[in-house]
């Protein structure tokens, strides 16, 4: 039976290919062995896989801006009864408290990236 060392260093390993017992394994390789410790092999591991994962796409519902005018304000920042804004004068009353006055809203098909997962099927149509 061959015995590799298990060293940190690079090791020769070979055995004399006319013996009877090597002629009967049918095999006499030289082999050239070095240790690999588990953490860099775990890592090659992961940086492999992360290789081989799709990228992601853009967002359609928010043009990959990561976000969406607000649905109650209208994107104004202040609440709208009708077709008429509460106040003619902007005041800390009136600011929509859904954006809080920024007149848009974090997209939640993207979660505010603007991208999404290519294997995530296609966002729903908002009405």
């Known amino acids: 039976m061959l015995s590799i060392p298990r060293s940190n260093t690079p090791q020769l390993c070979s055995i004399n290919c006319n013996t009877p017992r090597a002629a ?3 095999a006499c390789v030289r082999i050239k062995a ?3 410790d588990d953490s860099s092999a775990k890592r090659m ?3 492999w896989l992360i290789s081989k994962q799709p990228s992601p796409v853009s967002c359609s519902s928010c043009q990959s801006n990561g976000h969406v005018d607000c649905k109650w304000c209208g994107g104004t920042g202040f609440f709208i009864i009708g077709d008429n804004m509460l106040c003619q004068v902007p005041s800390r009353n ?3 408290v859904i954006c809080a006055g920024k007149g848009s809203t974090r997209c939640s ?3 505010g990236t603007g991208f999404r997962a290519k294997w995530l099927e296609e966002p729903p149509v908002h009405k």
């Open 45 to 47: 591991e992961r940086a």
């Open 109 to 111: 098909d993207c979660k």
């Open 34 to 36: 070095s240790m690999v």
């Open 24 to 26: 009967a394994a049918a």
């Open 94 to 96: 009136t600011s929509c």
